[in-house]
């Protein structure tokens, strides 16, 4: 029988915590608490529970009694950080995060340097004598509450962004703080009020458009809802020796031995996955940061062991200091999935009968799907082979589109600067997705390879035209209705349908299958 939360939060040291599991702390929730009991670098934090989330659902406000707990579980991340929430002179930032009990890459919201004021973000401007730092992390906070938090439009936002043109991120700042004022007719809370708004908005976000999408795509149990992280800010916006990475153990795409990810310095975690910015590769890392790589690696090992699986891992580093953000199984492409499963019966984690579990039926068919032949065509962009296959589709540069001409009975091909969250609805009537921007850790590629379609990133500038009717790639104008080929194994995208032929005899693939057919003879 599963265990029953006793209460409503839980720190992630408390003895009870252990035996919960994802169904209570969500895999988030559950992920800090076994990394904090193997011993890795992990910022303090603590869990609100689903339970809570599925109560705050169903009565439209926080249960009788968390605001409490709230209050007790801030004052232990005060002790264990040494400084103060809502401080004016050194203040303590968190970050609110969600947690479903099964992996829901991007779809819900997250809220950064949670607890940060007017007055604070001038004291830590001193603290550390670097103004873009503290002004910036306002910034952030201002930008997604304001969406997040209390739900204006992305629109309203940049407008006001843009009329703010060049000025610097103070006076950026003090437009998103009179915006959020003016729009929602409530003032900027407090650090206490922050967080309970914050915590309410994750809350929300699991009945967001984009998450009941994803999960009536995945077949996903909308009643199990979230439970909610709430964690020390840990910062990777603190200069060179500093950064953000999104790490898989071992390559999503193939399933080859060697962790495959990005990374960006001087930058947050959001940064990485909103495929915005050229991200480094972990390689980049080992070579400005040896210890630090070093240290990673043996994470990894431990991580992989442990779940005896691929894990998909986010870190911080904050001046030389590394720091493990998350843990969960990797989302991979059908034919790492097989790759995988071999993989781990060979090294003696797994047993034959648990690898054949670990392949549904529609990654094995996309493992065994047709591959391009060696004509590339008319090549219009090269870029990053983020999710393996061969896709052939019309073109659509935004997401509605793509699913109208879905519903007209079309294959497409969504070709955009990068893709969001909102955008899930287009990624879904779509056979292949190409962007102009982001790694293999964005959120075009985590996304496509977990529902089997072919993409390519990072395949250039991409400008779509107003009415999006079509769009520049790398140079090249592209209209919609076009067919395009997307080649997800080489990052090529190009004009016409290329010839497909079946893919080569893969001794990997006909080892897994022999275990299929003795399993069902």
Not at 216 to 243: L, P
Not at 350 to 378: C, H, K, N, W, Y
Not at 479 to 485: A, F, K, R
Request: glycine share 12%; charged share 25%; hydrophobic share 45%.
């Amino acid at each position: 029988m599963p265990h029953i939360a006793a209460r409503m939060t839980y720190a992630l040291l408390d003895d009870d915590a252990a035996g919960l599991g994802r169904e209570v702390l969500g895999g988030k929730g559950a992920g800090l608490v076994r990394m904090r009991e193997l011993g890795l670098p992990v910022p303090a934090a603590f869990v609100i529970t689903t339970a809570c989330g599925r109560d705050y659902l169903r009565e439209q406000r926080l249960p009788d009694g968390l605001a409490r707990e709230l209050d007790e579980r801030i004052a232990a991340l005060e002790r264990a950080g040494g400084r103060r929430f809502g401080d004016d002179d050194s203040p303590l930032l968190v970050s609110v995060r969600s947690g479903a009990p099964v992996s829901m890459p991007g779809m819900m919201d997250t809220i950064l340097n949670v607890g940060l004021t007017w007055e604070g973000a001038e004291a830590l401007a001193g603290e550390t004598g670097d103004a873009a730092f503290a002004w910036g992390c306002l910034e952030r906070l201002l930008e997604q509450f304001a969406r997040t938090v209390r739900g204006l439009s992305a629109g309203v936002v940049e407008e006001a962004l843009m009329d703010a043109g060049g000025a610097g991120t103070r006076e950026r700042s003090r437009v998103l703080l009179e915006l959020i004022e003016r729009e929602s007719g409530r003032p900027f809370p407090d650090a206490a009020g922050q967080v309970r708004e914050a915590v309410e908005a994750v809350f929300r976000s699991w009945m967001s458009p984009r998450a009941r999408a994803y999960r009536r795509h995945k077949g996903i149990d909308e009643a199990m809802g979230t439970a909610v992280v709430v964690q020390t800010m840990v910062f990777g916006n603190r200069g060179e020796d500093s950064g953000s990475g999104v790490a898989f153990t071992r390559d999503p795409s193939t399933g080859a031995q060697g962790a495959y990810g990005d990374f960006l310095f001087d930058a947050q975690g959001e940064d990485v996955v909103a495929g915005e910015r050229d991200t480094r590769p972990l390689a980049e890392l080992a070579e400005r940061l040896p210890a630090v790589a070093d240290e990673l690696r043996r994470v990894f090992d431990v991580l992989e062991r442990d779940a005896r699986d691929m894990c998909d891992v986010e870190f911080t580093v904050e001046q030389g200091r590394l720091w493990i953000l998350q843990t969960r199984v990797g989302q991979r492409s059908g034919r790492a999935a097989v790759r995988l499963a071999v993989a781990f019966v060979e090294e003696g984690l797994i047993s034959v009968e648990e690898a054949l579990g670990r392949v549904g039926d529609e990654q094995l068919e996309a493992a065994m799907a047709p591959v391009f032949d060696g004509d590339t065509g008319d090549v219009v962009a090269r870029g990053l082979a983020a999710s393996p296959g061969a896709a052939i589709g019309v073109a659509a540069f935004q997401a509605e589109r793509a699913q109208r001409l879905c519903d007209e009975g079309r294959e497409v091909v969504l070709v955009r600067p990068t893709t969001a969250p909102a955008d899930l609805p287009g990624v879904i009537a779509s056979v292949g997705v190409v962007t102009g921007r982001g790694g293999p850790t964005s959120h075009a590629a985590v996304v496509a390879r977990g529902m089997g379609r072919p993409a390519v990133c990072g395949a250039g500038d991409v400008v779509v035209a107003a009415g999006g009717r079509s769009a520049t790639v790398a140079g090249v104008v592209l209209h919609e209705g076009e067919t395009v080929s997307v080649d997800g194994d080489r990052g090529l995208v190009s004009r016409g349908a290329r010839s497909r032929v079946p893919a080569e005899s893969d001794p990997v693939l006909a080892r897994f299958l022999a275990w299929r057919q003795a399993d069902a003879a």
